[in-house]
């Protein structure tokens, strides 16, 4: 069974723009040089720009529950380290997994 792995994030409005383009051209490849992960979503979510931030969600497909497992034992956290270390106390985050029922 497929696994969706949801980060839901709310960056500082004033650097959503730097952070994106470090979540697409460092962040993301490394999660996805893993091996953990067959596929990816960077989405922003529609009118969730306040003075809290913008809101977006990266969604992970893995494979199956091993594959997921296999991510959160070996990589998990020092590529969430990362993250907090460069973007400390500027976002919030949190995570979902669910099974992926059906898809089309």
């Known amino acids: 069974m497929k696994l969706l ?11 959503h723009s730097e952070w994106k383009e470090w979540m697409c051209t460092i962040h993301i490849p490394d999660v996805m040089a893993t091996g953990c992960f067959e596929a990816y ?3 922003r ?9 913008v809101g977006f969600a990266i969604q992970y497909v893995a494979l199956s529950e091993d594959t997921f497992r296999l991510y959160q ?7 969430q380290k990362e993250h907090s270390d460069r973007y ?10 669910m099974a992926i029922e059906h898809e089309g």
């Open 88 to 97: 400390q106390g500027r976002y919030v985050a949190f995570r979902t997994l």
């Open 5 to 15: 792995y949801n980060v839901t994030i709310k960056i500082d409005a004033e650097i």
């Open 73 to 79: 034992e070996n990589f998990a956290l020092a590529l």
């Open 41 to 43: 979503k960077l989405t």
């Open 45 to 53: 979510i529609i009118d969730d720009e306040d003075e809290h931030g």
